[in-house]
């Protein structure tokens, strides 16, 4: 019911483009929201974006026009699309679970290297 699984992450010149992709164990009926969030060494963790059940979006102000969230309710899979993609997104990405009965899952991440 509460595993959660990242992965997509890797190396990537700026200006590329990468795909994450998380998936969730479980029945989708008791799954609310999926989403993203990064976090890099000495900082908080912080949202990238979010998607609810009936398809609703939401992005950190720094990816708009860049990212896009997408979800497969019947997989449990949410997918993060990274385009144009900058040094200072480079991060570990975790994926969270938000179910109905309000527990929440996190993945264990994914590290995304934006360098050249």
């Known amino acids: 019911q509460g595993q959660v699984v990242e992965s997509g992450g890797g190396l990537v010149q700026p200006g590329g483009s990468l795909r994450l992709s998380c998936a969730a164990s479980?029945?989708?009926?008791?799954?609310?929201?999926m989403g993203w969030f990064r976090q890099v060494p000495g900082k908080q963790r912080e949202l990238v974006a979010i998607?609810?059940?009936?398809?609703?979006?939401d992005y950190a102000d720094s990816v708009k026009g860049r990212f896009a969230i997408s979800r497969d309710n019947g997989d449990n899979t949410v997918y993060l699309q990274m385009s144009s993609l900058k040094p200072e997104d480079t991060a570990v990405y975790y994926c969270?679970?938000?179910?109905?009965?309000?527990?929440?899952?996190w993945g264990k991440g994914t590290l995304v290297t934006v360098s050249s």
């Open positions: 479980g029945s989708s009926r008791s799954i609310y929201r």
């Open positions: 998607i609810t059940a009936d398809g609703r979006t």
């Open positions: 969270k679970v938000d179910r109905i009965n309000g527990i929440e899952y």
